[in-house]
């Protein structure tokens, strides 16, 4: 496998300093080197959601899926019921997954599923031209408010790690080097992982100077402990001008839901046609 058998025939659409394109080169890589080094390349499979960051999967060649707003965890937790042996990865934007998809999110979290979620994140509607989302600052004036925004934005990390994520890491598109270390650790985790990526929309919320001050790489953070890592995840709250760390916040070992999900599926056609009928006396 190379870098060059990832690419794809389409033609990027992303605007020119998108920082997708950072998150691209590093997915890329980061596939590139889990096939070198025995994942079987047709069983990673990659979900994405509506919006620019959906366009991901247009760019890689790997088996992908389109899933619809907001359903890009339920989409990517299907596929792995249906099949654990794959690495599902599913991509996502902030207003995507922060938004129409929080449930599913939360959800996801909660029953530790093996699979990996890496969210755009640039506090903004790009695809839409600019409304603001869950994550974009007080006061922040779009397209729907051009008065500047009246609410406080969600701290996801925050929600995510009290929902029971076994995984959580930050990125920014600047930093790829940092980018690709931690996409690599969140997809080869066993369990939910979660990996919000600041990736700025250079069109409609240009975040590059505000972050390239802001942005530190966390250093001896003790990734096991579970206050430790909501301390650090609350020292930033997506509104503040306080520092933003970088890296792995938490990690933890933990039962994933579908080793126990198999148990209670019939394994044989002809036991799952029994279950079927035996459910079906109630209503005959």
């Known amino acids: 496998m190379t870098g060059k ?138 397209k729907s408010t051009p008065r500047g925004t009246k609410e406080l934005p969600l701290n996801p990390l925050e929600l995510i790690l009290s929902s029971g994520a076994t995984f959580i890491g930050r990125g920014y598109s600047s930093h790829l080097e940092l980018l690709k270390k931690v996409l690599k650790e969140a997809i080869t985790h066993k369990g939910f992982s979660l990996v919000d990526v600041l990736q700025v929309c250079v069109t409609f919320f240009n975040m590059y100077e505000y972050y390239n001050k802001t942005v530190y790489e966390l250093k001896g953070h003790d990734t096991d402990d579970y206050n430790r890592a909501l301390e650090k995840i609350r020292e930033w709250d997506y509104n503040s001008g306080a520092p933003i760390g970088l890296g792995i916040f938490y990690r933890k070992d933990a039962p994933v839901f579908e080793e126990n999900f198999s148990k209670i599926m019939p394994q044989k056609e002809e036991e799952r046609d029994s279950k079927i009928r035996e459910m079906l006396k109630d209503f005959l």
């Open 5 to 142: 058998d990832l690419n794809t025939y389409a033609v990027n659409t992303w605007c020119p300093g998108c920082g997708n394109f950072a998150i691209l080169n590093a997915i890329r890589q980061v596939l590139k080197s889990l096939t070198e080094e025995g994942l079987p390349f047709e069983n990673i499979v990659l979900v994405s959601g509506i919006g620019c960051h959906a366009k991901i999967v247009d760019y890689i060649n790997v088996n992908s899926f389109y899933s619809i707003h907001g359903r890009v965890s339920p989409a990517a937790e299907g596929i792995k019921i249906a099949n654990p042996a794959l690495k599902v990865i599913g991509f996502a934007g902030d207003g995507d997954a922060y938004g129409e998809g929080l449930e599913h999110l939360v959800f996801a979290a909660k029953r530790n599923i093996d699979i990996t979620m890496i969210i755009h994140n640039n506090r903004v509607y790009g695809l839409t031209t600019g409304q603001y989302t869950p994550t974009s600052p007080l006061g922040f004036k779009g």
